[in-house]
């Protein structure tokens, strides 16, 4: 069982930055993928980024990969989504899950079976 808590959303202006925490706890099984999504109002849950356990795979979406950046600490349990250039349309709740897709599904957030409570990033034009 995993858990984790996301940290770090609020209110910014448009090109702030914000820095997304991710803290887990808990046991998972080596091989798993950390990933980040996010949901607007009245939109579907979207893809933004995830990360391989081991650090050796990275994958974006093609709306931020040039403006946002995954990392994560594994002696501190912890995966960050650094955000940059922040616009509004990134308004949204921002959810960090954790689980095993495969390298063709780690998109999809079916394939994800730990997920955080959500942290609410608003951009203001």
């Known amino acids: 069982q995993v858990q984790l808590v996301e940290s770090g959303g609020g209110l910014v202006q448009a090109g702030d930055s914000l820095r997304l925490s991710c803290a887990a706890s808990g046991r998972a099984s080596s091989g798993y993928f950390m990933g980040w999504f996010r949901q607007a109002i009245g939109k579907e849950r979207e893809f933004i980024a995830a990360?391989?356990?081991?650090?050796?795979?990275?994958y974006y979406a093609d709306s931020v990969k040039d403006r946002f950046t995954f990392s994560r600490d594994n002696v501190n349990n912890t995966a960050y989504l650094q955000m940059n250039s922040l616009k509004p349309e990134d308004t949204a709740i921002y959810y960090c899950?954790?689980?095993?897709?495969?390298?063709?599904?780690?998109?999809?957030?079916?394939?994800?079976?730990?997920w955080g409570l959500g942290t609410q990033v608003t951009v203001s034009s």
């Open positions: 899950a954790a689980g095993y897709p495969s390298r063709w599904t780690v998109r999809r957030d079916r394939e994800y079976a730990y």
């Open positions: 990360i391989h356990w081991s650090g050796g795979q990275i």
